[in-house]
């Protein structure tokens, strides 16, 4: 069964960091481009930054330029994004996402999986 499986959310205070995982099994994801995206309450998914297959390529949204970074661990099927200078704006359940193509997953279109979320919480 393939499975993305996101840890390391919580509650951190504002100008705090955080850094969630995303640990991929039932097939290797070296192939794919990975992506985290959130969600806030009543609001459609949003992308937040993505890392291509080989790992050269990284985008984020404006949003989290400069303070979120992405990377990934091949060897451990991995995915991760360090979040700095987290502020209470950030409050949203994050996803990790893995898609053929750096462009599926900035465009959130055919994206072929999805993690279950973790809560990310950030208080003033």
């Known amino acids: 069964q393939v499975q993305l499986v996101e840890s390391g959310g919580g509650l951190v205070q504002a100008g705090g960091s955080l850094s969630l995982s995303c640990a991929a099994s039932?097939?290797?994801?070296?192939?794919?481009?990975m992506g985290w995206f959130r969600q806030f309450p009543g609001k459609e998914r949003e992308f937040v930054a993505a890392?291509?297959?080989?790992?050269?390529?990284?985008r984020y949204a404006d949003s989290v330029k400069g303070r979120f970074t992405i990377s990934r661990a091949y060897t451990q099927n991995t995915v991760y994004l360090q979040m700095n200078s987290l502020n209470p704006e950030d409050t949203a359940v994050y996803y990790c996402?893995?898609?053929?193509?750096?462009?599926?997953?900035?465009?959130?279109?055919?994206?072929?999986?999805w993690g279950q979320g973790t809560q990310v919480t950030v208080s003033s």
């Open positions: 890392i291509s297959a080989s790992g050269g390529t990284t």
């Open positions: 996402a893995a898609a053929l193509e750096l462009s599926r997953l900035i465009n959130l279109k055919s994206i072929s999986y």
């Open positions: 039932g097939r290797t994801f070296n192939g794919y481009a």
